[in-house]
């Protein structure tokens, strides 16, 4: 290759790197998963991937199979997470056009007929990973470990949508309990190996069956006999790694009791709504309970009045001052004293602020029912500031 060409091929490289970050935001795909497995693995592949074909272009030899073997190793992790193998290698094919055509975007005159001439140095890249992929995941499809997993993601299924999984119910291999704990984790969107390895921990509960969604991951927790989930909950516990001092969650757990198979729907649903409450409400305590939110849940699932509440305070959007005294006031349980104390503003100052707020948006701080409307609103707001989708 000459000189000029391999100057071109490493600008091209670096520009590539560099559309790794945008990549997945703009894929569907990605969309769907686990944003902390996005920015772990598939940022792991993605670097993986640009920089072996970038060495293809320049030598002009396959990558050999232990070139390859990391990449195939993560693709097979995603089959094993329950990602059919036509989506797992059409990720190649919607990665691998959408840099390409930002590549051909960018690129001056005399780029783009050398662009070309690589294109099909790219379709063969793409078509030697994928069939090495592909061959690998034939092998595993034969292994009863594997077939043991997909058997365990469908009953997982079934159970989270309300269907009985009858053709295992009897199963001695794979026994299916009556009531679960159901902990629904929803990730913050960081931190994509300790989240990993936290799902590993939780993978290895024995009975557990676990599926992966776009926010984290649900696990059916089986309930021994007497257990009325306290139990259960203690040992979940005891598993999640312990807050350091001053460091924000990084998931949060909505977990409720499912008595029968046929609560697991209901319950399912309620655990979503109580993690996605910790995570739009930043909450230090990682476990979410529906007896510790009751409040917060209320607002929450009350989808048609939720745009509505958080319109309230819209008439304190140009008086900074007064939304972060009525934030709070409402905080210290409604007290003017410790408001003052907290703003470090005279009493009076306070009362004034609270009687500005009155006059803005109609509601009275100091009266109960209005009270309880303003902190309603409040809560919508945030809640609807971090995009709140259980």
């Not at 000189?3 to 490493?10: A, E």
């Amino acid at each position: 290759m000459t000189p000029s060409r391999t100057r071109v091929f490493d600008d091209l490289h670096r520009r590539a790197a560099s559309m790794v970050d945008g990549f997945y935001s703009a894929l569907p795909p990605y969309q769907r998963l686990p944003q902390s497995l996005v920015e772990s693995d598939f940022a792991r592949g993605t670097k993986l991937n640009v920089d072996l074909f970038f060495d293809y272009l320049r030598r002009g030899t396959d990558p050999s199979e232990e070139d390859t073997r990391e990449l195939v190793e993560l693709a097979i992790d995603r089959l094993r997470d329950g990602t059919p193998l036509p989506e797992v290698l059409d990720r190649y094919r919607l990665g691998g056009a959408y840099i390409w055509e930002r590549l051909r975007d960018s690129a001056p005159p005399g780029e783009r007929e050398l662009l070309l001439d690589a294109s099909l140095a790219l379709l063969k890249y793409i078509t030697l990973v994928t069939s090495r992929i592909a061959t690998a995941a034939t092998q595993r499809a034969h292994d009863p470990r594997w077939e043991l997993l997909e058997r365990r993601r469908g009953i997982a299924d079934a159970l989270l949508t309300g269907r009985d999984p009858v053709e295992w119910a009897n199963d001695p291999v794979i026994p299916v309990a009556d009531a679960f704990l159901v902990a629904v984790f929803r990730l913050c969107g960081t931190r994509g190996g300790p989240a990993s390895a936290l799902r590993h921990r939780i993978e290895a509960i024995p009975g557990v069956f676990l599926r992966l969604d776009a926010g984290g991951w649900t696990a059916l927790i089986p309930l021994q006999p007497g257990d009325d989930g306290t139990a259960t909950l203690s040992g979940l516990t005891a598993r999640l790694p312990v807050q350091a001092a001053g460091v924000p969650p990084q998931y949060w757990v909505g977990v409720g009791v499912a008595r029968a198979r046929d609560a697991i729907p209901e319950v399912f649903a309620e655990g979503r709504v109580l993690s996605e409450l910790g995570r739009c409400l930043s909450r230090r305590e990682v476990l979410c309970r529906r007896q510790d939110l009751q409040f917060e849940y209320t607002v929450a699932v009350s989808d048609a009045a939720r745009p509505g509440l958080a319109a309230v305070l819209a008439p304190l959007d140009a008086q900074p001052m007064l939304a972060e005294t009525l934030e709070v006031f409402v905080d210290s349980g409604f007290n003017q004293l410790a408001t003052a104390r907290q703003l470090n503003v005279h009493r009076n100052t306070v009362t004034y602020r609270l009687s500005r707020v009155h006059e803005l948006t109609g509601l009275d701080p100091h009266r109960p029912a209005d009270a309880m409307t303003l902190s309603a609103a409040r809560l919508a707001r945030r809640l609807e500031s971090a995009t709140f989708a259980p």
